[in-house]
């Protein structure tokens, strides 16, 4: 995107997974993207992916950046291994070794020094792993709090003057609140976010000088890195009047000067710091020896800052904190303080929000906390209604630490709020008195004119000393007024007041109302405070002894180390009956609510019960209008489904009707047919008797001169006998091509007979289909064909009995050639046992090559044979109550007896005269049947042809096909 015209540039695409980080070179023409599966390294001028880091499934990556000031990415993956790469070869530099046994955590999140030297990571423990990338080792491990139990985020804090090696480390850790720990101390230096304001996510300024958070509830906070180390602040190198006056520590501030520009930081949580200061500091021991009471912890002299302090007016911003934190001598008593924590919110200060509404809930949860601890310190405190008003600007001045707040606030009413709960639960009426006697020794007439218009001390002085100015000051100023507070005797506080009082003289005199003089004490004023300051340090000097405050208040005593002191300087009983009173109206209030809640939820049951039988009655309402609309429908829908079922019983009726007048129609059209069809056979079988009978007649005349044409043969033999001898030798070499045509014949046969076979099986299965339709239809059938089959047997009877004496004729005739024919073949005889001997020895040759065909011949013809068989037998098996079958039985007969016929006939290829009018003899006598024989050898074939096709797809399936010769089929 381009950030002024909030344009797309482009579009990097090439994740599958959402991309859990981006990091950029530090020349800003590279960048890193990081998914669970993949890195990408994106050219940034041109917006193209250069190179692509893929990992398994299995192990997945943590993250993936560069590391400052080098050209060497950094991979850390979900297996714990950091592997460094060479930017621009992208040859693996070095794998980090396997951390130390026991110490393994799963990694989740890094950070890197600004030099790239110290690598940090963190997961799901509360252990931090410090490796030196020089030397590729695990230095350290550095152990969290035990409330941190998973880290989050890992950032250092930059500093300017580190030369880029970060001590400082930001943990954000599972409870949402991130701690900045030192590497070199391991101690905590501060801390942001709380359980209750939880940080979502923080980023550290370059500079080191913000901290961003995003926090729980969504809002967004910036914190000063100056303000949250101003507590912490060590004391700095004395560089004013102690060096000054000696040249040994001139020596010695001189080494710091150089160290600090040799690029050591003299930031106030280093250890080194330290050192260096205390050295310093040991210097002052060679000085004139001065009051011990002056002396303050942390090498402070009381007698210098005050001097210091009436020389600029103020302490140091940078170093007030801790200035304060050594004139008021803080204790730091953590456990006692801890313990007062721990014991909870204080009954008194429960909803102390709602007396004092503030903006920012966390100052209102420290102004809680620490009135609380204060309250469980001393019971006055519970008691007293002006303590958040004392405790306030130090809350929201230590609102970081609440131990200091609160020892702040312990130390300023132990010594500077002396003698103030005397008169309680009324207004410290003898402090009050004693800073009326001094301002009417000091200004008499601006409190003869306080008094005449009835303003007492309650009115111009009890609003400061509650409030501690923070009503009528600026925090510059009110910082500035307690600067000289807290370096000065506790009367001083008194004696500010009154020096307020007297400075504020010209707009008060001008006054004569009550309303005005309160609005002048609860705001500010156009006051200089240096000149109150200046009065107040006058009257410390000016006021008499009789009437001075340090004569009644005792010195400043701070609080003891260990255990806080016993605050008992305050009417107990006073304090226990308002105690007992405050805890009889609580308890009246708890009961009272707890009433008034029964009284609540007494009338929010009743309500409810109320609603409820409304529901209820509205539901049985609305369930008694739904059932009747439903049983209107369900009538409706009942009336609907008996006209639907009328119209329906009327649509069947309709097509009964048509039904039956469709079957009336089909059975007269059927009739019809029968009818046509029967006399259509009948003309059929009177042509055919007609075609018969003039077939016959001219096969009787065809026969006649066939017998003549024979004997005129016969003659021609004779003539020719001696030219058939000559013959002989191509007549044998016709023969066998004869025999191999044949042969052919026969395995063409063979293929019709298995093709025919095949076919019929084919016929029989879709016939079979049809055999209830034609078993139906044959009944009637065969009632009529027996009618006209018996009229045509009789017509047919009487043309035998004709055909039977011209037979008788033919067969006198064919005696008498017989007789001549056995002449002509006695004389052919002789000549042929001339040759016979010729051609034994041929035949013998010829016999053993038949031989070898006839068996396979015979296996094919067994195996023809055995299927056709099994088919027949599966068929008559399947329509064995039909009938379906008669016909294929009377083919498989008439097979049989062709086969008979087969063997009959001669195996020599010479037939001698005698066998051939013998043969000729009964062609005659069954020229009748002779067409009737060609139908059904026709018949045989076509079926032979189906099976043959059947077997041959059996065969195909079982084995692959053998080889058949080409033979010829012998008898």
């Known amino acids: ?258 160290r600090v520009t040799s690029g050591r930081s003299e930031q106030p949580w280093k250890s080194k710091g330290s050192k260096i200061q205390t050295r310093l500091l040991k210097v002052q021991m060679n000085a004139p020896l001065e009051n011990k009471e002056n002396e303050l912890p942390g090498g402070l002299n009381k007698k210098r800052l005050q001097a210091l302090l009436k020389g600029y007016g103020e302490y140091p911003a940078k170093y007030r904190m801790f200035v304060w934190r050594s004139l008021l001598q803080l204790p730091e008593n953590h456990l006692a303080f801890s313990s007062l924590i721990d014991k909870g919110t204080h009954s008194a200060f429960v909803n102390i929000q709602n007396e004092y509404p503030l903006k920012s809930r966390k100052l209102l949860r420290v102004l809680q906390r620490t009135l609380s601890a204060l309250a469980h310190w001393s019971a006055i405190f519970g008691e007293t209604p002006y303590i958040p008003l004392l405790a306030f600007p130090f809350v929201k001045l230590f609102q970081n630490n609440q131990l200091i707040c609160f020892e702040v606030v312990a130390t300023v009413v132990v010594n500077f709020c002396q003698h103030w709960f005397e008169y309680f639960p009324n207004p410290p009426v003898n402090i009050l008195s004693m800073m009326e006697n001094i301002l009417a020794h000091h200004d008499k007439e601006l409190l003869q004119h306080l008094i005449k218009y009835s303003v007492t001390s309650q009115v111009y002085a009890w609003p400061l000393l509650e409030t501690l100015f923070s009503e009528v000051l600026t925090r510059e100023e009110w910082l500035k007024v307690f600067d000289n507070i807290f370096s000065n005797h506790p009367s001083y506080f008194l004696m500010i007041v009154v020096a307020y009082i007297i400075c504020s003289r010209a707009p008060l005199l001008l006054c004569n109302q009550s309303q005005d003089f309160e609005y002048f004490f609860h705001h500010r004023n156009n006051l200089d405070i240096n000149t109150v300051i200046k009065r107040a340090y006058h009257l410390m000097e000016t006021t008499p002894p009789d009437i001075h405050p340090q004569r009644v208040l005792d010195d400043f005593m701070p609080l003891t180390k260990g255990q806080y002191p016993v605050f008992n300087k305050y009417p107990k009983f006073i304090v226990d009956y308002q105690t007992q009173e405050r805890e009889r109206i609580r308890q009246d209030e708890i009961e009272y609510l707890r009433e008034r809640q029964l009284v609540h939820e007494l009338e929010a049951k009743a309500q409810e019960q109320k609603a409820e039988d409304e529901a209820f009655y509205r539901k049985q309402e609305l369930l008694r209008e739904a059932e009747e609309q439903r049983r209107k429908m369900v009538l409706e829908e009942e009336e609907k489904l008996a006209e639907r079922r009328r119209r329906l019983a009327a649509v069947r009726r309709e097509l009964k009707v048509k039904e039956l007048q469709f079957l009336d129609a089909s059975r007269r059209r059927f009739l019809k047919y029968q009818q046509d069809r029967r006399q259509t056979e009948l003309k059929r079988l009177d042509d055919d008797i007609a075609r018969k009978a003039s077939m016959r007649e001219q096969e009787t005349a065809a026969t006649v001169q066939d017998i003549e044409v024979r004997q005129m043969e016969l003659e021609s033999q004779r003539q020719l006998f001696e030219q058939r001898l000559i013959k002989d030798q191509e007549a044998i070499t016709q023969e066998m091509r004869e025999e191999m045509d044949e042969r052919q014949r026969k395995a063409d046969l063979e293929d019709h007979i298995v093709q025919r076979w095949i076919e019929t099986d084919r016929e029989e299965r879709q016939k079979a289909q049809m055999v209830a339709e034609e078993n139906l239809a044959k009944a009637e059938q065969k009632c009529i064909d027996h009618e006209w089959r018996l009229q045509a047997l009789y017509k047919l009877r009487s043309d035998d009995e004709d055909r039977e004496k011209r037979y008788e004729e033919i067969a006198k005739l064919l005696h008498d050639n017989r007789v001549k024919e056995a002449e002509l073949l006695k004389a052919m005889r002789e000549a042929e046992e001339k040759k016979w001997e010729e051609v034994t020895w041929r035949k013998a040759q010829l016999e053993e090559e038949q031989k070898a065909a006839a068996a396979a011949d015979k296996h094919r013809k067994q195996f023809l044979e055995d299927e056709m068989n099994d088919a027949l037998e599966l068929a008559e098996k399947l329509q064995r109550e039909d009938g379906y079958f008669e016909r294929l039985r009377d083919l498989k007969s008439r097979r049989a007896e062709r086969g008979v016929e087969f063997q009959q006939v001669p195996k020599s290829a010479n037939i001698c005269l005698n066998d051939l009018s013998a043969s000729q003899s009964s062609s005659h006598t069954s020229l009748a049947g002779r067409q009737e024989l060609a139908r059904q050898e026709w018949e045989l074939m076509a079926e032979v042809r189906q099976l043959r096709q059947k077997l041959t797809a059996r065969a195909q399936t079982r084995r692959p096909p053998a080889h058949i010769s080409p033979t010829r089929w012998t008898t």
């Open 1 to 258: 995107m381009e950030t002024e015209t909030q344009e797309l540039v482009s579009w990097m695409r090439g994740h599958d997974s959402s991309v859990s980080s981006i990091s950029v070179h530090g020349s800003g023409r590279y960048a890193i993207t990081t998914s669970t599966d993949t890195a990408q390294l994106w050219d940034l001028d041109t917006f193209q992916r250069k190179r692509k880091l893929n990992v398994r499934q299995s192990v997945g990556i943590q993250q993936v950046f560069f590391l400052p000031l080098s050209n060497t990415i950094l991979s850390c993956f979900k297996d714990n291994s950091v592997f460094a790469w060479e930017f621009d070869t992208l040859h693996c530099k070095y794998q980090l070794p396997t951390a130390v046994e026991g110490s393994a955590l799963h990694y989740k999140v890094f950070a890197v020094t600004r030099d790239g030297r110290i690598f940090v990571a963190g997961g799901k423990s509360n252990h931090l792993h410090l490796w030196c990338l020089e030397s590729k080792q695990l230095v350290r491990i550095i152990q969290m709090p035990t409330e941190v139990r998973a880290v989050r985020h890992l950032e250092f804090l930059p500093d300017s003057f580190d030369g880029g090696s970060n001590q400082v480390l930001g943990v954000l850790s599972q409870d949402n609140i991130m701690r900045f720990i030192s590497i070199e101390t391991y101690k905590i230096l501060f801390v942001i976010g709380s359980h209750e304001e939880g940080i979502s996510t923080a980023a550290i300024s370059p500079n080191g000088r913000y901290i961003a958070s995003v926090m729980e509830n969504g809002s967004l906070n910036l914190y000063s890195v100056q303000a949250l180390t101003q507590e912490v602040n060590k004391p700095p190198p004395p560089l004013f009047k102690v060096v000054e006056d000696w040249p040994k520590c001139k020596s010695e501030a001189n080494k710091l000067t150089r």
